[in-house]
């Protein structure tokens, strides 16, 4: 009974190919359920295999015309995706109240769209998601029945599923599966096309051939669906990147809009991560993707900064803004003391809430300014200053790194003021706060004289590197600082050092058992604030300088409108700070692309024996190498088909030139035009229906018509005279052929230039079909 209803019930086009598409078809829900963009969204799997179904019926039956089948398909669509966005069958009981409920929703919906106003209701989204779904199946069944393109009906189902995980970073392996039964549809929807031309035409062909070419496509779907899914991890982030920059402002718009008109939906995890326990505030800095790879430098302004500092110089130039700061201003967020070899953390060791005053020692030489901070993006927890701040107007958290407790004492213990001097970050979700920080400001001189004389709290939380740090990073930062004699010197030395190194934004994250420092310094050879930062920390730390790693941001353009510094998610950044005792803590800028921290009265540090940089970037390395690869494979190219066509020249020289071989490149000629030999018909018939191919396409031809008549009839002229004297060789008495020989190979070379524009033609015909 099953083995009937299965031959009763058989697609035309078998079994196999039906179910491949089916297949490849349901992978497009699968990906958006994955995503969980919506509650309830499991109805677009069936929804799928109906609306492929309905595309078939529409797309097999030959009296409908495109029009009545995008009537038709578009009309039932609209139903079927009425009725999954409103979780009813419309033609049931209680289908139609619930139909016409989801209706009033979306007129709702479409007048919070055109006033500008917003809308969270998640049915909404899962309709137009069901008739995409839809849409994408009646389009893919139209191709692959009617047009019979299996190339052209991969495309929807594949588009919008890329375009699923691309937003959602979710349901990356069923993308990867349908683009391998893709590579399979292709292959047997080819073969079966050409099957039915050959069965028009008489041709005979091998009955296993379905066989052979499913194999062949097997292999070739395992390599494709394997570089689709793990292809991406060498380039999606430079591709991401591209992408961001180029359409950052539509995608911003985007964003806004969909947030507004479909705030029920669930956002995807694939975003920005946020900023809580990380670097800094905002979840869009580079922080929170501390040495993870490149970071993400948007234009958005993330908080506006007054100060009571005089204006920095205007500058004679059309618009309003200057990036001119006297000086430079580096807005702290948190600093970290502990490096794991693969990026960096901080101990926190007390925290406690603070009004006022901020209790921390007070250098011996400081300017005081005070800052007035308004957010105006999402900025975590995390609160910024110039520096440290010393005083703050309202009650925020102080985060406090403290010396380890006397064994048996509580650690709840109250803190003394000698104690309060490790300042981590201030905590707080407020968004307008005022701070007063006392700026240390030593010459160069100061720093040079303050010896080298560290407490033991400092040295164990300061100088720590993890057994990781390979030799090699030690050796070179000897090296650097062998010229120097103090620790400002030494300090100077691996700055300029690190300078050296180019500043690039296309760095891949660094493996998962590289040191990172390492990875910067004889790796990729290159990087931005992140890597620089880390390198300048770590190697202090190999020489005995006390440094930790800042993350903040860095200047901003000055608005002389309202008086205040913009800064911007572009803005973030990461420097190295040296600890120098009597002074506390002082900045370095290693980062290329930054320019120096200079102190009044710099002292001259000899650099003439420092080290180059360990090499070239690696990318560098890796596109010359590229290039004489690339320059490599053309030469041997070049080689193989110079050999090639010299052994053929001499083949050819050897090869005696008979009416035999001259009738066979004739027979392959005309294969090339879609009429073969055909052992059926005399070399006078065939001849004669070449003859008529030749002029059927020239008929075709929409443009220089006469030319192409003209070179139809040269080809007839040439083909009844190869004809012929291969009716006389074949069927005449044997004879010196000779002169006949030389007279066909004559007629060859004048017939071989129309069969070569004939298929040139050909070509271009199928190509305008296809359009």
Not at 151 to 165: F, I, K, R, W, Y
Not at 697 to 724: P, V
């Amino acid at each position: 009974m099953l083995r009937w209803l299965i031959v009763k019930l058989r697609p035309r086009e078998g079994w196999g190919m039906f179910l491949l598409l089916l297949v490849t078809m349901v992978f497009l829900p699968a990906a958006a359920i994955e995503a969980e963009w919506v509650p309830g969204d499991e109805g677009l799997l069936p929804f799928a295999l109906v609306a492929l179904l309905v595309g078939r019926w529409l797309a097999l039956d030959q009296d409908w015309g495109w029009d009545v089948w995008l009537l038709v398909g578009l009309s039932l669509g609209v139903l079927a995706s009425l009725s999954v966005a409103a979780r009813a069958v419309f033609f049931l009981p209680g289908g139609g109240e619930a139909a016409f409920d989801f209706v009033r929703r979306w007129i709702t919906w479409l007048e919070a769209a055109f006033t500008g106003g917003t809308s969270e209701d998640p049915d909404i989204f899962l309709f137009y998601a069901a008739l995409l779904c839809w849409g994408a199946a009646l389009l893919t069944a139209w191709a692959f029945y009617r047009r019979q393109r299996p190339l052209l009906a991969l495309l929807p189902p594949v588009a919008l599923a890329a375009l699923s995980v691309f937003y959602s970073e979710r349901g990356v392996l069923w993308l990867v599966g349908e683009l391998g039964c893709g590579v399979l549809l292709l292959a047997v929807g080819r073969l079966a096309h050409a099957k039915r031309a050959w069965d028009a035409k008489g041709v005979d062909y091998a009955a296993d051939l379905g066989i052979d070419t499913t194999t062949v496509a097997v292999f070739i779907a395992i390599p494709v669906a394997l570089l689709s899914l793990f292809g991406p991890q060498f380039s999606v982030r430079r591709v991401s990147d591209w992408f961001w920059r180029t359409f950052e402002e539509p995608s911003a718009r985007v964003d806004e809009t969909a947030e507004r008109l479909f705030g029920g939906v669930s956002p995807p995890e694939g975003g920005p991560p946020s900023g809580e326990g990380g670097a800094g505030a905002s979840s869009y800095l580079p922080q929170t993707h501390l040495l993870g790879g490149r970071p993400d430098l948007l234009d958005t302004v993330v908080m506006m900064v007054w100060t009571d500092e005089p204006p920095p110089p205007y500058e004679d130039i059309p618009h309003a803004y200057s990036e001119s700061q006297v000086p430079r201003h580096y807005w702290q967020g948190a600093n970290f003391d502990r490096y794991s070899g693969r990026g960096w953390g901080t101990t926190t060791d007390f925290r406690e809430e603070v009004e006022g005053g901020v209790s921390l020692p007070t250098p011996p030489a400081y300017r005081e300014v005070e800052q007035r901070f308004e957010f105006v993006a999402p900025h975590g927890d995390t609160l910024y200053a110039l520096s440290v701040p010393s005083w703050i107007d309202q009650p925020v958290e102080a985060v406090w790194r403290l010396p380890d407790a006397p064994a048996g004492e509580d650690e709840e213990r109250e803190l003394g003021e000698d104690e309060r001097n490790d300042l981590a970050r201030l905590v707080s979700e407020v968004v307008s706060y005022t701070v007063i920080s006392r700026l240390p400001t030593p010459t160069a001189s100061d720093l040079e004289a303050v010896p080298p004389l560290y407490s033991d709290e400092i040295q164990e939380r300061y100088l720590q590197l993890p057994d990781t740090v390979p030799q090699r990073v030690r050796d070179l930062a000897q090296e650097v600082v062998m010229g120097g004699d103090t620790v400002y010197e030494r300090a100077r030395l691996l700055e300029r050092y690190l300078r050296s190194y180019p500043y690039s934004l296309e760095i891949e994250e660094p493996p998962e058992d590289r040191d990172v420092a390492d990875y910067f310094l004889f790796g990729v050879r290159e990087g931005y604030c992140d890597y620089y930062a880390t390198a300048f920390v770590v190697m202090a730390r190999a020489v005995g300088i006390p440094a930790r790693l800042a993350s903040g941001y860095v200047g901003g353009l000055y608005d002389y409108g309202s008086g205040a510094y913009l800064v911007r998610q572009g803005n973030g950044h990461s420097w190295p700070e040296v600890y120098f005792p009597g002074w506390g803590w002082i900045g370095f800028e290693p980062t290329g692309s930054q320019p120096v921290m200079e102190l009044p009265e710099e002292v001259v540090v000899r650099d003439e024996a420092l080290p180059t940089p360990t090499g070239p970037p690696a990318r560098v390395v890796r596109s010359r190498w590229r290039r004489v690869g690339l320059v490599g494979a053309a030469l041997a190219g070049v080689g193989v088909l110079l050999v090639v066509w010299l052994r053929r020249l001499r083949r050819r020289a050897n090869q005696p030139i008979t009416l035999a071989l001259v009738w066979g490149w004739v027979g392959r000629g005309g294969a090339r035009l879609g009429l073969p030999q055909n052992p059926a018909l005399t070399p006078g018939e065939y001849a004669v229906a070449l003859a008529a191919e030749l002029r059927r396409r020239a008929a075709q031809a929409r443009r220089w018509s006469g030319w192409w008549t003209r070179l139809a009839a040269r080809g007839e002229m040439m083909l009844e005279s190869l004809a012929g004297l291969y009716n006389k060789r074949v069927y005449g008495r044997p004879q010196a052929v000779v002169e006949e020989e030389q007279v066909a190979r004559q007629a060859w070379r004048r017939l071989r230039t129309p069969l070569r524009w004939f298929r040139w033609l050909r070509w271009m015909q199928r190509v305008a079909r296809m359009d």
